[in-house]
């Protein structure tokens, strides 16, 4: 995914167990978004990182949810007491320029597919 | 809150068919859409970005279409391939937003 990578790639856990979902956006980007598609929706916007300012939080279905990033590198989503309904597939992406569109774009990773017992 | 709808939601196709399905989302503070190519186990892969009312994109076999003003992007598929089988996905852009709505996608599958 043009430099975007996620950790892990799957993961199963318990209800009520925190889990950490990473993603390195490896050159370095200002921007960086976390997405979430659960079985049947659309890609659900959670959380945007835009370098120093304070990250678009709007997403976030819940307080058991936070992200955290670090400069420009990489960024941890956490999911405390997880639920059932937070099975979904993880991504993070980042902005840049494609060239063979002429203009900016999202950049995803793999995705991490979270299951939830 | 912004609504972005796909139809239809899955496809099946025989190879060499032709195909199209459409985007629809709102019409008010138009910036950009982008449609988006998810194949299973891969990241989902930007296939164009249109901004302007009337655009039309093409890339190999996969074209798009953008009217503005009444709030719809068609895609199309000539000829499709088994290698087209993937989930295509359409996202609005608001104007002074940078984040993307997303659509649920049209899961498209191509028999051999």
């Not at chain 2, 930007?46 to 068609?74: H, P, Q």
């Not at chain 2, 088994?82 to 608001?94: H, I, K, R, V």
Request: hydrophobic share 30%; charged share 20%.
């Amino acid at each position: 995914g043009a430099g975007v990578s996620q950790s892990p790639s799957n993961k199963v856990t318990e209800k009520g167990k925190d889990v950490e979902l990473r993603c390195d956006p490896i050159s370095g980007h200002t921007a960086l978004y976390w997405y979430r598609q659960r079985l049947g929706q659309g890609l659900e916007f959670l959380i945007y990182f835009q370098g120093n300012s304070a990250p678009d939080k709007s997403g976030l279905p819940s307080d058991r949810f936070s992200a955290e990033r670090t400069g420009e590198s990489v960024s941890t989503l956490t999911i405390q007491r997880t639920q059932q309904e937070d099975s979904a597939v993880y991504l993070c992406a980042k902005t840049g320029l494609a060239d063979y569109l002429g203009t900016d774009t999202q950049y995803f990773g793999p995705g991490t597919r979270l299951t939830v017992l | 809150i912004l609504n972005v709808e796909q139809s239809p939601q899955s496809l099946h196709v025989q190879e060499g068919d032709s195909t199209n399905f459409t985007c629809s989302f709102p019409s008010s503070n138009f910036y950009a859409l982008h449609w988006y190519r998810w194949e299973t186990a891969k990241s989902p892969e930007a296939l164009f970005v249109m901004t302007l009312n009337g655009d039309e994109k093409k890339k190999g076999r996969i074209s798009a279409t953008l009217n503005t003003k009444e709030g719809y992007s068609y895609l199309y598929i000539k000829g499709s391939q088994p290698e087209d089988s993937a989930t295509y996905l359409c996202a609005f852009e608001g104007g002074g937003s940078e984040k993307l709505v997303f659509g649920k996608g049209t899961k498209l599958t191509v028999n051999p």
